[in-house]
């Protein structure tokens, strides 16, 4: 606790003592001499007295500076496990799900990753729609503060921790598809040819050819800015001789009765 004087009670005995010396002398007709002994002893308790505070103030600004300094070193070992945990979830998650320019990169350099999920796999037929919040793994905790008497600025810090780093920004959002047969996609033409193309890219990148098939059914216009989807293996069948895209409706009737009859 910080030390505090109340200088009323400093300096009051010591003016008393002066003031009633000086009265007994006056009416009593002592020797004023006196005084020259009592005013020195007022004046050595206001020194103690003064000096005494001044210690304590240093003892307590030694106090407070080596506390500062033991739980700020004490809470930045704490923010480096934090930021190190952070750094592990990020990692993991985006190298389970990167980004559709990420997965174009896997299949140029034919990186291990790829075709990676199997059926057995929690995140079989999943990809990623976009990205979003997610809350850290490690549960960060701290005293919520109560009412204080005296402004403590250490006392903010650990909520101000558990505010900047309980939340991953940017983390992949996933939707599985497995459990979600029918899947629509509103906005404009543009945006669904967009998405649709993502889409494309991640599941082919991280599923074989051998486990998913794709089917492809859309208009001339469409296909013509994805002529690419051709050379995956994923849209043709174990012989490489049928392409499963129709972009009109005697393709659509081909494919649908390639189906049936299988």
Known sequence: ????????????????????GLAVTLLSGMNPMMLAFSAPMAVIGIVISVTNY?????????QQKKRLETYTEYLDSVVGEIKRKRGEQILALTSMDPSTSACIDIVKRADKTLWDRRPSDADFMSFRVGSGEMPLSVEIKYSQRGFVMEEDTLQSRPAEIYETYHILQDMPVLCPAQQCPTIGVTGTPESATAFLRSVIVQMATH?????????LFCDRGTLAGMEWVRQLPHFRDEERKSCYIASD????????GLFEKS
Do not use: D, M
């Open 1 to 20: 606790t910080k030390p505090n004087v109340n200088w009323l009670q400093v300096f009051l005995p010591a003016l008393g003592t002066v003031g009633a």
């Open 54 to 62: 001044r210690k304590q103030n240093r003892i307590y600004r030694q």
């Open 207 to 215: 599923h074989s050819y051998n486990e998913v098939k794709f089917i």
């Open 249 to 256: 409706k005697q393709e659509a009737a081909r494919l649908c």
